[in-house]
């Protein structure tokens, strides 16, 4: 079983950035894909990005330009630098992981509030 402990969110102004990170720890395969979601009050949970054992990664349109994901293999981490946070970017962030085989876990969370 894969464990995921989210760290970095917090309260930031509009404009101002924030930088998470989540670890994996337990049986974890190589070949994997690590991403963030987030779910905002009373919406769903919806992809902000997501990247590849390999370094491919994929983003949110929302969220393009503004927000990086990258990952280091060897510490079985990744990371989400968002900068220029917009009040629409407030929710719980959680991290995932899921591989080729249907396996799939997630962190339980950290709260990003973007105020004005």
């Known amino acids: 079983q894969v464990q995921l402990v989210e760290s970095g969110g917090g309260l930031v102004q509009v404009g101002g950035s924030l930088r998470l990170s989540c670890a994996a720890s337990?049986?974890?395969?190589?070949?994997?894909?690590m991403g963030w979601y987030r779910q905002a009050p009373g919406k769903q949970r919806d992809l902000v990005a997501s990247i590849t054992n390999g370094g491919s990664t994929k983003y949110a349109d929302s969220v393009k330009g503004r927000f990086t994901i990258s990952r280091d293999n060897a510490k079985n981490a990744v990371y989400l630098q968002m900068n220029s946070l917009k009040p629409e970017d407030t929710a719980i962030y959680y991290c995932r992981w899921s591989n080729p085989y249907g396996m799939y876990y997630w962190g339980k969370g950290t709260l990003v509030t973007v105020s004005s």
């Open positions: 337990g049986i974890i395969s190589s070949i994997n894909t």
